[in-house]
């Protein structure tokens, strides 16, 4: 059985920081994807960041490229989403999401590719 668990989010300020953490269990099937995703009422899903387990190298949206940063922890299985100098657009719920499969690039960020889920975690970016 594969779990995927956040901790993490909360309240904070513009400009702040915040991690969040993604603990995967069941990481035997080796993933070989890992993304963060974002939701706010009414909108779609939108990915944010995604990297290739093998590599560690990241694909970002274009909006969060040089504040989110996406990494990966082999040794305890947990995928990280660094979030430096926070804007109140940021504010979602924060799914993290793991895929077995192979994705090709220009799907990285969808959804739709990925099987597993994280249970999300509010962040709330405001003054």
């Known amino acids: 059985q594969v779990q995927l668990e956040q901790t993490g989010g909360g309240p904070v300020q513009p400009g702040e920081s915040l991690r969040l953490s993604c603990v995967v269990s069941g990481y035997s099937n080796n993933f070989h994807y890992l993304a963060w995703f974002r939701q706010t009422p009414g909108k779609e899903r939108e990915g944010i960041a995604t990297l290739w387990a093998a590599d560690k190298k990241p694909v970002y949206l274009d909006s969060v490229r040089g504040r989110l940063t996406i990494s990966l922890d082999d040794a305890t299985n947990t995928v990280y989403l660094q979030m430096n100098n926070l804007k109140p657009e940021d504010t979602a719920i924060y799914y993290c999401?793991?895929?077995?499969?192979?994705?090709?690039?220009?799907?990285?960020?969808?959804?739709?590719?990925?099987?597993?889920w994280g249970q999300g975690t509010q962040v709330t970016v405001s003054s």
């Open positions: 999401a793991g895929s077995e499969r192979g994705i090709p690039s220009v799907r990285r960020l969808a959804a739709g590719e990925y099987r597993y």
